[in-house]
């Protein structure tokens, strides 16, 4: 395998069989699996970002932090436009801008759809059954398996770290049982559903983060056994090239974020056999339409020559819409992740020791839950609706997600040097749509990105959020390690109010805070004010008949042209009950099955 870093160092890589466009949690698998079908198939992975390997905020769970942040060179932003449903604010959407994507900068969470979520998208050989072998095959499970839905010879870890806060951890898991929801070992068979586990990750048993850059296409590098995979980073894939409706290689650039790339020119590279576009829900829509492929108005407007009229591509957008509120607690600096994140633990003793935080990502539990008979006696009419319609009669879809986080997520220097902890909840079916579309032909032109946050017909999104928002400081004020709202992540109430932040001890018995008209529409504007991204884009892509908005088949292959498929997250048609990167690695394995079935290259 030949790494290179810039265009300059590809002289004589002019061509080969298969481009893969995108070096994420899935472009990685893709490219490894394919270059293990057949030694003298020749594979170039093109990717925006800089490699992974041996970086430490990377490599160890508990710096997480540092690469989540604005200012992370790891990290590709897309600024949506500004959105009165979001209180008049523009949201910046991270997507992952190094080799191994999402899954090097994460937050390692191992969560998987449910059954449902496969079966609900209709598509013969993507149901829930096609799936699990995918699932089993990209993992070793570190845990009990009494289901026996895990797999135990798989290149990603998965494990419950070298460090948890079990006090933290046991005070969440009996104060979500005392709201009425139970424990259960394993929420990640595909079928249970309506409670909390006890948190396992991507961290392997070393706390070592488990990515797919350096569990799939970075050890193929050792020996030399794999001259036939290349990998191009800092590169920026402009767009596909076609010829009569066939994609015969990319044009790309080197990314002027790294180095002295400004000076080199773009570059075209030919594909004999195939390209794979894989570059995210938000970058391989965007590839498409520099392409020519998308609704011809929009590659018009752009000045964009019309090829293949598709106007699925870069609708549909979908995201899990993310709260999180943190509490102050009496636990000790080293049950949370806050000296460390604010800067007060030295990261060099804790590596120069090795300490066993370092493999802890902060996580330590997490919950899929639906609301009992007496929360929906409490609901609107509308959203009544809605669980009655899209919920009840399915038991293993949850309405809401939540993970207990042992740490402030933001800059704490200015707060005093307590501890805390966070409760963090998004919705895993959003009703809400948005959708991303190039405005120009280059890669420097900002893209017209809506994400639709909270856009949906009757609010339905945010009184989901805002069911929630009660029931996690129910739970909050009854954990033992609970000593008040950190009242900045909650919403403004009168002093007066009933439902106003309280600072002291917990109360296990302690009666549910009764709500007023007026403290529902402040919580209301602050849900507007606050709500996030969970980096869990996808469905701008989507596989689907092209009469309803699909862009991709049953073997990914783009609709009208050949020899172009796209596998990544922007694919699924529907949403999920997960976080969604397990998600993307199972599309990427089977993604790459198809491919090697498809090229002859196979076994």
């Known amino acids: 395998?030949?790494?290179?870093?810039?265009?300059?160092?590809?002289?004589?890589?002019?061509?080969?069989?298969?481009?893969?466009a995108g070096g994420g949690s899935a472009g990685c698998i893709i490219a490894s699996r394919l270059a293990d079908a057949n030694r003298d198939l020749s594979i170039l992975v093109i990717e925006g970002g800089t490699t992974n390997e041996n970086v430490v905020d990377l490599m160890y769970p508990a710096f997480m932090a540092k690469s989540l942040g604005p200012e992370s060179r790891y990290n590709h932003y897309y600024k949506a436009v500004r959105s009165e449903a979001l209180g008049s604010r523009e949201l910046a959407v991270p997507t992952g801008g190094v080799l191994g994507g999402g899954s090097s900068v994460n937050l390692m969470a191992y969560t998987r759809a449910q059954r449902s979520d496969f079966d609900f998208w209709g598509i013969d050989g993507w149901g829930a059954a096609d799936m699990l072998p995918y699932m089993r095959k990209l993992e070793t499970y570190n845990g009990p398996d009494e289901a026996q839905c895990h797999g135990s010879n798989g290149p990603m870890q998965v494990s419950g770290d070298t460090f948890r806060s079990l006090r933290l951890e046991d005070s969440f898991v009996d104060a979500v049982k005392a709201c009425g929801w139970p424990e259960i070992q394993d929420l990640q068979t595909m079928d249970a559903n309506n409670g909390v586990q006890r948190a396992m990750r991507y961290v392997d048993l070393n706390g070592k983060r488990q990515d797919t850059a350096n569990k799939y296409l970075l050890p193929r590098t050792a020996g030399g056994r794999h001259p036939n995979l290349h990998v191009l980073l800092e590169t920026e894939v402009i767009r596909v090239i076609l010829e009569n409706q066939t994609a015969v290689g990319v044009e790309c650039q080197s990314n002027p974020s790294f180095r002295e790339a400004t000076s080199l020119p773009a570059q075209k590279i030919r594909a004999r056999k195939m390209v794979i576009v894989s570059s995210g829900a938000l970058g391989s829509p965007l590839i498409l339409e520099r392409s020519g492929i998308g609704d011809h108005e929009i590659l018009k407007a752009a000045g964009i020559e019309p090829v293949i009229n598709l106007p699925g591509v870069g609708s549909d957008y979908q995201d899990h819409q993310l709260m999180v509120y943190s509490y102050?607690?009496?636990?000790?600096?080293?049950?949370?992740?806050?000296?460390?994140?604010?800067?007060?633990?030295?990261?060099?003793e804790l590596i120069d020791n090795n300490r066993s935080i370092l493999g802890w990502n902060g996580i330590d539990a997490y919950c899929k839950l639906?609301?009992?008979?007496?929360?929906?006696?409490?609901?609107?009419?509308?959203?009544?609706?809605?669980?009655?319609?899209?919920?009840?009669?399915?038991?293993?879809?949850?309405?809401?997600?939540?993970?207990?986080?042992?740490?402030f997520p933001g800059d704490s220097t200015q707060l005093p040097g307590d501890q805390y902890f966070s409760i963090a909840a998004f919705t895993p079916y959003p009703y809400s749509r948005g959708h991303i579309h190039i405005t120009g032909p280059t890669l420097r032109d900002a893209p017209n990105f809506e994400t639709g946050f909270f856009s949906d017909a009757h609010a339905i999104d945010m009184k989901k959020h805002l069911w929630f928002y009660k029931k996690q400081r129910d739970i909050a004020r009854r954990m033992t390690v609970f000593r008040g709202e950190l009242e900045i992540t909650h919403p403004k109430f009168p002093t007066t109010s009933k439902a106003a932040c309280v600072s002291g001890s917990s109360q296990i018995d302690a009666p549910d805070i009764k709500y007023s008209d007026q403290d529902d529409a402040i919580i209301e504007s602050w849900l507007r004010h606050n709500v996030g991204t969970t980096w869990h884009s996808m469905g701008t892509c989507k596989m689907a008949l092209r009469e309803n908005g699909g862009v991709v088949d049953p073997e990914l292959n783009v609709y009208g042209v050949r020899r172009l498929k796209v596998i990544d997250l922007s694919i699924p048609p529907v949403n999920m009950a997960a976080n969604t990167n397990n998600t993307a690695m199972a599309i990427g394995e089977k993604g790459a099955s198809i491919c090697i079935k498809e090229l002859g290259v196979g076994p």
């Open 1 to 20: 395998m030949q790494v290179h870093y810039n265009l300059s160092e590809t002289d004589n890589l002019e061509e080969v069989d298969v481009i893969v």
């Open 370 to 407: 639906r609301p009992t008979d007496a929360d929906i006696s409490t609901f609107s009419l509308d959203l009544e609706k809605a669980w009655n319609r899209d919920f009840r009669d399915m038991a293993d879809r949850p309405l809401m997600m939540v993970s207990l986080c042992a740490y």
């Open 328 to 348: 102050k607690s009496c636990l000790a600096p080293e049950e949370t992740l806050d000296s460390i994140i604010c800067g007060r633990a030295s990261p060099e």
